[in-house]
């Protein structure tokens, strides 16, 4: 199920064009693998921690990198039958140290307070805008999970590409900003308007 999903939603979001944000609320043990899957592949994820489950579990070990017990594995997200703490481990470290590098995953407090929001949509639109370090993210950067998505096998892009390949996704580049840019507009983000306006300023 979870392969057919996973495929269902990469040939949509390439054949449409179009951005995704992959949202999780509590969550599942099989929710880390959707959710590996989509850090891999560039897909920004925004965990609702407050909401309990994956989602509060996965956010709490990027942080403090501890292993949750067996019994709060039991009683949180269901830990199936046969499957071990090492199992989950595993995945957790494996998401953790693919996001070292993408800086995909965001989270996101639903309760009140001083450094706290209660808007998740600005939320999906810094997911899309920024990585997690607070930093821009360039237009550019679809174009390696654009091309790497096209690829069934997971693969690098091959840089011996035919002529006319690179402004092909130069101009994807160029699309997805455009939609960022529409999106902000649309929702009357002036933030994240002006952020896209200093992008496009920049020199190359």
């Known amino acids: 199920e979870i392969e057919v999903r996973t495929a269902i939603e990469t040939a949509c979001r390439v054949v449409h064009k179009c951005l995704a944000v992959m949202v999780v609320i509590s ?3 099989n929710t880390l693998t959707l959710i590996h899957k989509a850090v891999q592949e560039d897909v920004p994820v925004v965990l609702v921690r407050d909401s309990g489950g994956v989602a509060h579990l996965l956010a709490d070990f990027l942080e403090t990198d501890a292993v949750p017990s067996a019994e709060l594995l039991r009683t949180s997200v269901k830990l199936e039958e046969g499957m071990t703490v090492g199992h989950v481990e595993d995945t957790l470290r494996a998401i953790k140290e693919e996001d070292r590098e993408r800086k995909v995953i965001h989270t996101f407090r639903v ?4 450094d706290r929001s209660n808007d998740l949509d ?3 639109l810094k997911a899309i805008v920024f990585d997690s370090d607070g930093n821009i993210i360039r ?3 679809s174009v390696e999970s654009v091309s790497v ?3 069934g096998a997971g693969r690098a892009p091959d840089r011996g590409r035919a002529p006319g390949a690179d402004a092909a996704e130069g101009g994807r580049a160029r ?3 455009l939609k960022v840019l529409t999106l902000a507009i649309e929702w009357g983000r002036r933030e994240i308007v002006e ?3 200093l992008l496009r300023r ?3």
Do not use: N, Y
């Not at 309760?111 to 001083?114: D, F, K, L, P, S």
């Open 27 to 29: 969550g599942g043990i």
């Open 111 to 114: 309760r009140t307070g001083a």
């Open 122 to 124: 600005l939320a999906l």
């Open 139 to 141: 237009p550019e950067k």
């Open 149 to 151: 998505m096209q690829d």
């Open 175 to 177: 699309s997805r900003f």
């Open 195 to 197: 952020h896209c306006m």
């Open 202 to 204: 920049r020199p190359e």
